[in-house]
């Protein structure tokens, strides 16, 4: 499985047509989207942060 997961992030041609072929893998594949998902808000939201931290320090540093 995580031979499938390192494909798909590597954007390996072979897995992705494996992969369409396994209904099995599917439940994986939602659980790695909403993973991915979380993580890219959560990194969206700590820079936000940031920049709102930034803004209200005048920029300086702490």
């Known amino acids: 499985m ?26 994986t594949a939602w659980m790695i989207v909403a993973v991915v998902a979380f993580l890219s808000q959560f990194g969206a939201h700590a820079a936000t942060a940031q920049i709102v931290e930034g ?5 300086k540093k702490n």
């Open 2 to 27: 995580m031979e499938k997961i390192i494909g798909a992030f590597t954007f390996r041609k072979e897995v992705y047509q494996e992969v369409e072929k396994d209904a099995s893998f599917t439940p």
């Open 55 to 59: 803004v209200k320090n005048g920029w």
